[in-house]
C-alpha cells in the first residue's frame, strides 16, 4: 500500500516584502502589483492563482490570507469556504486543518451546512453555492 505524499508547505516571504510588491484588497480578494495596480500571477487548471517571487512559485490566496491576518498558515490548509477557487476575498478565506477542510464540500453546502469562518472575520456576505 502506497503512502500517501505528504505536502510540502513552503514558508511565505517576509511580510514586510509582501507589503512592497503587492497591494491586497480584502472586500474584492485582489491581489495586484503596489506600482501598477494590476493583478498580478496567473490561473492555473484548478482554478487557483499563482504568482512568482524570487524564482518560488507560491498561491496568492495564501499570501492574501497572511497579508491580512498577518499570521503565516503554516501547515495548515486555506479553505475556499464558498468552494470558488479564484475568490481570494477575505471572508472566503480559512485556515484550517486538511480534515476540516474536506468536509466543506459542495454537497454539503448545498444542504446548507456552513462551514466556521476564520475567528476575527464577521460574516458578512451569505455563502454562495
Not at 509582501?18 to 480578494?29: K, R, T
Not at 469562518?117 to 455563502?127: N, T
Amino acid at each position: 500500500m502506497k503512502k500517501p505524499k505528504k505536502q510540502k508547505n513552503k514558508k511565505l516571504p517576509n511580510l514586510s516584502l509582501l507589503n512592497e510588491l503587492f497591494h491586497y484588497d480584502p472586500m474584492s480578494g485582489i491581489l495586484s502589483d503596489f506600482v501598477t495596480l494590476e493583478e498580478v500571477g496567473w490561473q492555473c487548471k484548478k482554478g487557483y492563482r499563482h504568482v512568482r517571487i524570487n524564482k518560488q512559485v507560491y498561491r496568492v490566496h495564501r499570501i492574501c490570507f497572511y497579508m491580512h491576518h498577518r499570521r503565516d498558515p503554516g501547515k495548515l490548509v486555506i479553505d475556499h469556504i464558498n468552494g470558488v477557487t479564484d475568490d481570494n476575498s477575505i471572508f472566503n478565506l480559512r485556515a484550517v486543518k486538511h480534515r476540516e477542510n474536506i468536509k466543506n464540500t459542495a454537497t454539503r453546502r448545498a444542504k446548507g451546512i456552513l462551514p466556521r469562518i476564520e475567528p476575527g472575520v464577521h460574516r458578512l456576505l451569505a455563502v454562495s453555492v
